[in-house]
């Protein structure tokens, strides 16, 4: 059974930073791309990144360009995100997401529960 | 202002037929395959159709999808009450680096 375990969020300060972890299970991580996307409080959502299989090929939403980087540890079976410069508007439910195949491009098929990330003073 | 543009509601009565519209452009849904998902109220979403039209194993039948150029259609037969959730379309966009893109989502209201 596939599992994706979010963990890191909480509450932070505007221009602070913070690094979500995801540890996934029950699958081959290191044949799939994975992905992190967002949700505000009681809005849609938002894709944040992605990164292929390999670390090869990593995209940006535009609203995290230059702030977030994505990274993932094949050998921990693990996916990160460091989130620098936080502003309010990046609060959101954060969700680790595994996609279908190696690409950043293929469909994602799980999620996880999401970690709740708030900036506030 | 999501790029994929999707109904904010939708609804219908048990056992009705309802569809879903997501439209898109050229650089997404028309040269992308398009995948819809399911979010129950305090849940995370869950794939409901993929590459358009496909269904993953356990998602009844009732729920089906289809394409045509630059947009796309989720359908659901026999309408049921445990179907009251959010449904949101997502592509692949080509344009610059290439990123994900998702519809605004459509809350759908079983009366």
């Known amino acids: 059974e596939v599992q994706l375990v979010e963990s890191g969020g909480g509450l932070v300060q505007p221009g602070r930073s913070l690094r979500l972890s995801c540890a996934a299970s029950?699958?081959?991580?290191?044949?799939?791309?994975m992905h992190w996307v967002r949700q505000a409080p009681g809005k849609g959502l938002e894709w944040v990144s992605g990164i292929s299989w390999n670390s090869g090929s990593i995209g940006y939403a535009d609203s995290v360009k230059g702030r977030f980087t994505i990274s993932r540890d094949n050998a921990k079976n693990s996916l990160y995100l460091q989130m620098n410069s936080l502003r309010a508007e990046d609060t959101a439910l954060y969700y680790c997401?595994?996609?279908?195949?190696?690409?950043?491009?293929?469909?994602?098929?799980?999620w996880g529960q999401g970690t709740l990330v708030t900036v506030s003073s | 202002q999501s790029v994929l543009t999707q109904p904010p509601s939708a609804s219908g009565t048990p056992g009705q037929r309802v569809t879903i519209s997501c439209s898109g452009s050229?650089?997404?849904?028309?040269?992308?395959?398009v995948n819809w998902y399911q979010q129950l109220p305090g849940t995370a979403p869950k794939l409901l159709i993929y590459s358009n039209n496909q269904r993953p194993s356990g998602v009844p039948d009732r729920f089906s999808g289809s394409k045509s150029g630059t947009s796309a259609s989720l359908a659901i037969s026999g309408l049921q009450s445990e179907d009251e959730a959010d449904y949101y379309c997502a592509a692949w966009d080509d344009s610059l680096n290439g990123f994900l893109v998702f519809g605004g989502g459509t809350k759908l209201t079983v009366l």
């Open positions: 029950g699958f081959t991580f290191d044949d799939y791309a």
């Open positions: 050229s650089s997404n849904i028309g040269s992308n395959t």
């Open positions: 997401a595994k996609a279908t195949r190696t690409q950043i491009a293929a469909p994602i098929d799980y």
